[in-house]
């Protein structure tokens, strides 16, 4: 007698979608994890994450920022891991039928990431570690898993691919299943551990517990702010860890300030190193400054005012001894983002500085521990470079900077702006006396007057609050008797040079959004 056995059967494509998804995840957590140990910014994800923030066009960026706001970051980490697994998922169906190509292109997925971190602006020769290891975790564990729903077969019990129906189950169908459980479970747990621990690692601060010399000339303290009477007026010093910060990039450098340097180079006559220890040696000075994004939208929250310590940037150009023809100081953070800024606002009486401490701390990691520039009268992607490591004298036809390249503008002079901090717009208010209060700057002319109107009135001379200097924002409030009804607010703000701020309406790019801010309130 013949015995005719079972055909074989494999389950059907969405569970080997399913296994090269898991397979992924498992080397993107276990990539991330070695790169929180050697290299945060090569972790695959967020590698690529970066090279499509260099990539994207400038218009969605704005868009992003305006839309997102600080969570853009995280918005794009999460697309960026989403797609790359659904990426995983059509190839792990492939690879039900043709297992090589769906392996192969599963290889050159999760070679991406390598690919990303090596070609960073700063990239070292550990980038590549975590790329590898997610590529040969991520190819084992799926090659592993598939091989334990090649020998389920028809002991899965599911119904054929082709939709005819399976037959019996085979007598060691349960211990097939148990493999696959266990296989795609241990999978599942190095993909969940991997990436927490991994993002553990790459949030960990590295120390910024420096003492950092006093200055040569301390200033006196700030004086009490609007912020105690007015309430919602924004504070007169806007602490470290409500400072806002846009950036590019998706993790905070760690830097040890042991072996950190800053070169100062280019078209100089002495071209010289500083390391931390000789920076810190130098004269220090205090300033009061106000520093704004372009990327802020008129009425926008990413201005901030701080007391910075520093250097002179002066100082440090004066002792290189700067050739004719410089017309920008060309600088480089430790993560390759490049600024370039006008030598005019580094070498004039602004006092630009190399920034090492904050409000009367170092420097926090997220604002550009251990060195920063900050530059009096220009927004932050022309003036204040985080993270820096090195200053180049040059043309700007010698070097052109990230944003620069983006088509946004080489001068970026702050333009003269007012905030309606309260009320909120689109808030009700109850009729009587209420204190409409905002902040206003003109950094490097400074704030002479705030004024407000209701309904296109006419225009009332607001209270201004203490001056911290010309660089620093004014607080300032007016009293109005709110009435029942739903009103617009606007407010404008005159610099000392006597010019008051536009009402004509422009965007952020490529030289800083104007116009008058405008909230509407209901009052009942």
């Known amino acids: 007698m013949t015995t005719t056995s079972p055909t074989r059967h494999r389950p059907r494509a969405r569970w080997y979608a399913a296994a090269a998804l898991l397979a992924t995840a498992a080397g993107a957590g ?28 400038t218009p969605v960026k704005e868009w992003a920022v305006a839309t997102l706001g600080t969570a853009d970051k995280p918005v794009l980490v999460s697309t960026v891991a989403v797609v790359t697994l659904l990426l995983a998922a059509g ?25 990303a971190a090596a070609s960073r ?40 691919a082709d939709g005819q129906a399976a037959p019996a189950p085979r007598a060691d169908g349960t211990g097939a299943r148990r493999s696959v459980l266990l296989a795609a479970g241990g999978l599942g747990v190095l993909a969940a551990a991997g990436g ?50 846009i950036d590019t990039a998706l993790v905070v450098p760690r830097v040890d300030p042991d072996g950190w340097e800053l070169r100062v180079d280019g078209m100089v006559e002495r071209p010289y190193t500083l390391s931390w220890e000789e920076l810190l040696a130098m004269p220090m000075v205090e300033k009061d400054v106000t520093l704004t994004c372009v990327s802020n939208e ?14 002179r940037v002066r100082d440090l150009l004066e002792r290189a001894g700067l050739r004719d023809g410089v017309e920008q100081v060309f600088s480089t953070s430790t993560d390759g983002m490049t600024i370039s800024t006008p030598v005019q606002a580094l070498t004039d009486d602004r006092d630009a500085l190399v920034a090492v401490g904050m409000n009367g701390s170092p420097l926090p990691r997220p604002h550009g521990f251990p060195a920063r520039l900050v530059t009096p009268g220009l927004y932050g992607f022309v003036g204040a470079t985080k993270w820096l490591t090195r200053m180049t004298a040059s043309t700007y036809a010698q070097d052109t900077a990230y944003w620069t390249e983006r088509g946004w503008a080489t001068r970026g002079t702050i333009y003269t702006q007012s ?28 704030i002479a007057r705030v004024e407000v109107r209701v309904d296109e009135g006419e225009w009332r001379r607001a209270t201004l609050g203490p001056d911290a200097g010309v660089d620093y924002w004014r607080q300032w409030y007016l009293e109005w008797d709110a009435t029942p009804g739903r009103h617009t607010l606007q407010s404008r703000a005159t610099d000392e040079d006597g010019s008051t701020q536009t009402p004509e309406r422009q965007e952020p790019f490529p030289r800083g959004a104007t116009g008058w801010h405008t909230v509407v309130v209901t009052v009942e």
């Open 30 to 57: 276990v990539g991330h994890l070695v790169a929180g140990l050697v290299a945060p910014e090569a972790s695959p994800v967020l590698a690529v994450g970066s090279t499509v923030v260099d990539l994207t066009p």
């Open 91 to 115: 190839v792990g169906a492939l690879a039900r039928t043709r297992r090589a190509l769906g392996l192969s292109l599963l290889a050159l997925l999760a070679l991406l990431g390598l690919v």
């Open 121 to 160: 602006p700063a990239a070292e020769a550990l980038v590549i570690l975590p790329g590898f290891v997610t590529a040969a975790v991520g190819l084992l564990g799926a090659g592993w898993l598939m091989g334990r729903l090649d020998a389920l077969g028809v002991a899965a019990g599911d119904p054929a």
């Open 196 to 245: 927490g621990l991994g993002q553990a690692l790459v949030r960990r601060g590295g120390s910024t517990e420096v003492v950092l010399p006093a200055p040569a000339e301390p200033l006196p303290a700030l004086p009490a702010g609007l912020e105690r009477t007015v309430r919602g007026v924004s504070s007169l010093r806007t602490p470290a860890s409500d400072f806002y910060r």
């Open 298 to 311: 008129v009425g926008g929250p990413y201005v901030g005012g701080a007391r910075w310590l520093g250097v």
């Open 419 to 446: 905030r309606i901090d309260t009320p909120r717009s689109l808030t009700t208010l109850p009729a009587g006396r209420t204190l409409v209060g905002g902040v206003a700057w003109a950094q490097q002319r400074g």
